[in-house]
């Protein structure tokens, strides 16, 4: 049973507007959350994280939005560029110290 | 910058071989990760280690195990590969437990197809 879930497997955006990618998940240990991006032929990278003590943490034209008592957070980039073309993984831990546990991933296109 | 070096790209065996996955990271890192990505199933913790000759199983270790001879290394073994082991296979590490040390750096991930 998947803990994190990623339910939409792809997004297509036009360049400009704005990417919504979410994330649900169900264990209520996790508190903190990180988001990580994945090109093609490249390991994952870090794109921005989330204690459970906020609701929000922006940095640059990303931004995530937690909100606890949905179990569900999301991740906001505005405006959109073409370089945002990705798949976007959430990801959770919790008392169990460093382990991550990985949703499915979404494809994001953004079309110029 | 932190690296992480994954030894193969690509690597192509037949079922039955005995397959060495090696990572290597150049950070001093205390903790090392080996994940596997299917479609659909994001990554998956096979095994990793807090220090060396240490190991810790993931979420799915059968039909693996794993080496930590020294700290910068970690090695994936498949005893017997398998079909269904074909995936890609990412090794990460990470400085210790907690907070924003959960930030994990990543290989670029080997691709193994077991024929």
């Known amino acids: 049973d998947q803990q994190v879930k990623q339910n939409s497997p792809s997004l297509s955006v036009q360049e400009g507007r704005i990417s919504i990618l979410n994330c649900d998940y169900t264990n209520s240990m996790f508190d903190y959350f990180l988001w990580y991006k994945k090109y093609p032929a490249e390991g994952p990278t870090f794109l921005i994280s989330?204690?459970?003590?906020?609701d929000k943490n922006e940095d640059g034209r990303f931004t995530v939005f937690l909100n606890k008592s949905a179990k569900h957070l999301s991740l906001h980039i505005v405006p959109s560029q073409p370089g945002d073309s990705a798949v976007y993984f959430c990801a959770a831990s919790g008392d169990a110290g460093n382990m991550l546990t990985f949703g499915g991933g979404t494809r994001l296109m953004v079309k110029p | 910058d932190v690296k992480v070096t994954q030894s193969s790209r690509y690597l192509v065996k037949r079922t039955g071989e005995k397959v060495f996955l090696e990572c290597v990271q150049d950070?001093?890192?205390?903790?090392m990760f080996w994940y596997r990505q299917d479609p659909g199933l994001g990554l998956r913790l096979i095994y990793f280690?807090?220090?060396?000759?240490?190991?810790e199983k993931g979420d799915i270790p059968e039909g693996y195990s794993v080496s930590r001879e020294k700290k910068e290394r970690f090695s994936l073994i498949l005893e017997s590969a398998s079909t269904n082991q074909t995936s890609m296979y990412l090794c990460a590490s990470s400085f210790q437990h907690g907070g924003a040390n959960e930030k994990l750096f990543f290989g670029s991930g080997t691709q193994l197809s077991v024929l």
């Open positions: 989330i204690s459970s003590i906020k």
């Open positions: 950070m001093d890192h205390e903790n």
């Open positions: 280690s807090y220090d060396v000759k240490m190991k």
